[in-house]
């Protein structure tokens, strides 16, 4: 299993970032994704959950319902994370894996600040 996560980057409160995660070594559509992040000194949390497919159920943790959108391509093996109106809480690094249990390998994550 690999993954890769990019699209990270420093944000001004109020706006927005698009994730990108592309995923190799098993068959993506069968599995359901998700998005996790871990803030400094703070343990992994999963945000957002997207079910096989891409088309199906999706899950959002309660602080992020509203502003963040979970999707993928079953075609490029992606998956996303659109994020609108952040907030200075959301800075952390954002990992994707698939939710509970997540695989063994992790990427590298990709890192969002969001300062003014």
């Known amino acids: 299993v690999q993954l890769v996560e990019s699209g990270g980057g420093l944000v001004q409160p109020g706006g927005a970032l698009r994730l990108s995660c592309v995923a190799s070594g098993f068959t993506f559509r069968f599995f359901p994704m998700g998005w996790y992040r871990q803030a400094p000194g703070k343990g992994r949390e999963l945000v957002a959950t997207i079910a096989a497919g891409g088309g199906g159920a999706t899950y959002y943790v309660d602080s992020v319902k509203g502003r963040f959108t979970i999707s993928s391509d079953n075609v490029k093996n992606t998956v996303y994370l659109q994020m609108n109106s952040l907030k200075p809480e959301d800075t952390a690094v954002y990992y994707c894996?698939?939710?509970?249990?997540?695989?063994?390998?992790w990427g590298q994550g990709t890192q969002v600040t969001v300062s003014s």
């Open positions: 894996n698939r939710p509970l249990p997540p695989f063994g390998s």
